[in-house]
């Protein structure tokens, strides 16, 4: 399944455990969602229940949304075509994963965090999928297309846009150096890059903001 396949390509950028798997925490059925959210337009949306010491996941994905992504996979063929929706289903594995890492290592998570991580994991794998389909090819206006000319929707971003929009301004600051450092081409430079990805998945909120403030 693709959301299996975007799980294992971020799991192998940041060097992560897979100790659970996306789809056992996955609906489509929109009614399950929070009366809060049930009629907007969202096609994804993940939720965590806090119950004490138990914390409740599930993984929203629109089934249409899933539908497209089958029949034009975009680990196969990332196209103009089938971006928006990429990125829609990897926000939502983005999000699993940083809250599973999270929970795992018992550290709290805010919602500036997995914002901030959800926008630097689409820039990345999607840097790792143009280059690997093709080779010769560098995505020079990716960045462009991520973080200049993608657009908040005021209807579904309710009383958080200001938080994406600061998410959105630290992840292009952060993804302008790296797209530097992959840009130069060679190997170890490379490698570097890598390595500050993972390193930088680590790190916790206040550490992050204090990376980008002084090396974006």
């Not at 799991?11 to 925490?25: A, H, T």
């Not at 049930?38 to 899933?66: H, K, M, N, P």
């Not at 690997?132 to 973080?147: K, V």
Request: glycine fraction near 6%.
């Amino acid at each position: 399944m693709v959301l299996q396949q975007l799980q294992g390509l971020l799991s192998g950028i940041y060097d992560l455990p897979q100790r659970y798997d996306v789809c056992d925490f996955l609906f489509t059925d929109r009614e399950r969602l929070p009366a809060s959210v049930r009629d907007t337009c969202t096609d994804e949306q993940v939720l965590v229940l806090d119950e004490g010491e138990i914390a409740s996941v599930g993984v929203f994905l629109d089934a249409q949304l899933l539908g497209r992504l089958a029949a034009s996979n975009p680990l196969q063929a990332l196209t103009a075509a089938n971006i928006a929706d990429y990125w829609t289903a990897l926000e939502g594995v983005s999000h699993f994963l940083y809250l599973a890492w999270n929970v795992g290592h018992d550290r709290p998570v805010c919602l500036l965090e997995l914002e901030l991580q959800a926008e630097i994991d689409k820039y990345v794998s999607s840097w790792w999928l143009l280059r690997e389909q093709d080779p010769q090819r560098y995505p020079s206006q990716l960045h462009r297309l991520l973080f200049e000319r993608t657009r908040i929707d005021q209807g579904l971003a309710a009383q958080r846009c200001d938080l994406y929009r600061e998410a959105n301004q630290y992840a292009a600051r952060f993804c302008r150096r790296l797209q530097r450092q992959l840009s130069a081409g060679s190997a170890p430079a490379q490698r570097e890059a890598l390595s500050e990805l993972r390193r930088f998945y680590r790190l916790g909120r206040e550490r992050k903001m204090v990376h980008i403030q002084r090396h974006g």
